[in-house]
């Protein structure tokens, strides 16, 4: 890919719409189909090694750190080891303990992120193995990491991140097949998730179509005074990622909850200028979340649905491809994409230089 705009009026657009060659990139010669396995030539971590791993901690900042919170859903669902994702920015403030049967993951799109440099070092000198899930090749990160797994999403110019964090998550979803796949995920459930994965840069390509609608709801909410997100469990992720995007260009302040813990306070925002994004995955938690639904219905919000197909309670829904429920979430954020895209365009905003923003913030 050139740095060139190749038609596009931001890199945004061009980076959103460049999603399915990167993840088509991604998944390129590192999947074995004859045993469902996955190949990653720098990760650095034998059989042996991974089958000794109790933990796995996954650390970034700003959206690296949101695509983390999806990888560690997609290890603990596919291998089956006990992850969770922090802030490097906090991590590294708090003295955490160190564990050697957990393997810690640095996650960062430029691989020059002080905070996360600096989360890496202090592990580093405390003896825990530390790898990388990085996109730029020979950064910081990458070369201070015991090894890892490149994200190849291409270069990313604009500050907000697109390509690199859908890919991120994809490269997550390769890294917990492997672990997976060494522990206790079977064969099937491996080629499961191999075809799932295939299908994802096709399945990007529908979600691109929809752009017009989308533009559509977003002239609708730019008027909006506050958005709030919601998600539950494998769609919390995502309802973050969706509302950082959306603050970070439009303006417009957002905020993401676990749809859970809507009524255990934020529901008292809920009013007609504050409408609710709801990230509904066809999962087991769907009830659970039409049931939310209808509690915001109830104090007049509004409410767009990201589903895999027209929800009754919400005023738009837009529909998703479905692929396998553990890679949904992955497909679920590219709409979220186009919608802060097209609310920024609609409020005017300059949208690959959002004000206050860096695109890597390399300093304390
Ligand atoms: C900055 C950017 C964010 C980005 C974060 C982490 O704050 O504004 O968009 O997610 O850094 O960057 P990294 O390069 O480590 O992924």
Redesign the pocket.
Known sequence: ESYDMAGHDTYMHKEITEQADAVDRVLRGRIDDRFATVHLGGLNLDAREARSVRRVKIL?????YHAGLIGAQLVEELARIPADAEPASEFRYRNAVVDPDTLYIAV???G??YD?LAAVQELKRKGARVLGVVNVVGSAIARETDGGVYVHAGPEIC???TKCFTNTAVAFALLALHLGRIRDLSVADGKRIINGLRRLPEQIGEIMKLEPEIRKIAAEYAEAKSMMFVGRVRGYPVALEASLKLKEISYIHAEAYPASELKHGPLALIEPAVPTVAVLPDDELLDKNRATLEEIKARSGRILAVAHGEQEQADHTIVVPRNEVELDPILMGIPLQLLAYHTALALGRDIDKPRN?????TVE
Request: glycine share 10%; aromatic share 0%.
């Open positions: 970034g900042c700003g959206s690296a960062s799109q430029s020059e992120t996360t500050v907000v991140s923003l860096a695109k890597s913030v």
